[in-house]
């Protein structure tokens, strides 16, 4: 497996444009996470999905930020209309449950998309 | 952060050293894991401790954890220049799935 995969690496938009990041898991993982790190605030979990369907948006930090997931290998993350604050790494990590336990066990993160928003 | 702190936030320490590095969380764990991040990378999972557990090692890293006292600590012996990154700690909650990072170890090895 090539890893979880994000795309773009980098991104700069002027504010007020729609910004779509996104994400391709590990096959077989059952669940997406994505992160936003900033020097001010270090790394924040958004929201995260267990198969497919979203379960914990509270770290969303605004009405302009929304998520997906339509299918096991795909995600998106969608900033409209984007803000200078807004500029970030954002990340996107897949994990599996530990049949045994039925916890989530590490945490595979993709190469990050630097957004800059001017 | 969202869950916890980790100390200190910056160590500088001469290649061959020990380096050790302190995390504390704020509510019950199934687990506690350790990462890496270089400079404009991603992060990469080092090590996992279950909430049963005290103590575990891997190659030079050793970890240990204190459910009583809500702290973890990362040992890296014998350090490398390619040690150099920054550290975090990650906290999978019982109650949820979410693993939550915190403020992170920037960790310099001087040649």
């Known amino acids: 497996d090539a890893g979880v995969i994000q795309s773009p690496r980098h991104e700069v938009t002027e504010m007020g444009q729609e910004v779509t990041l996104r994400c391709k898991p590990i096959?077989?993982?059952?669940?997406l996470f994505w992160y936003r790190q900033t020097m001010m605030r270090g790394l924040e979990l958004l929201i995260y999905?267990?198969?497919?369907?979203?379960?914990?948006d509270s770290g969303m930090p605004e009405d302009r930020f929304s998520a997906k997931m339509p299918n096991a290998s795909f995600s998106t993350l969608k900033i409209q209309p984007s803000e200078p604050r807004d500029s970030a790494v954002y990340f996107c990590?897949?994990?599996?449950?530990?049949?045994?336990?039925?916890?989530?066990?590490?945490?595979?993160f993709g190469q990050g998309t630097r957004l800059t928003v001017v | 952060s969202q869950q916890g702190e980790e100390d200190p936030q910056a160590l500088s320490i001469q290649e061959g050293e020990n380096a050790t590095m302190n995390c504390s969380y704020k509510?019950?764990?199934?687990?506690l894991q350790w990462y890496r991040q270089n400079s404009g990378r991603g992060l990469v999972h080092l090590i996992l401790?279950?909430?049963?557990?005290r103590e575990k090692h891997s190659g030079r890293l050793r970890v240990t954890l204190d459910t009583s006292k809500k702290s973890s600590s990362l040992l890296i012996t014998a350090s490398r220049a390619a040690d150099t990154a920054s550290y975090f700690c990650?906290?999978?909650?019982?109650?949820?799935?979410?693993?939550?990072f915190g403020s992170g170890t920037r960790l310099s090895i001087r040649p």
């Open positions: 990590a897949s994990s599996w449950v530990s049949g045994g336990r039925g916890e989530t066990t590490e945490a595979f």
């Open positions: 096959s077989g993982h059952d669940y």
């Open positions: 999905f267990n198969n497919n369907v979203p379960i914990d």
């Open positions: 509510t019950s764990i199934n687990n």
């Open positions: 401790i279950r909430s049963n557990e």
């Open positions: 990650a906290t999978l909650y019982s109650s949820a799935s979410k693993i939550i």
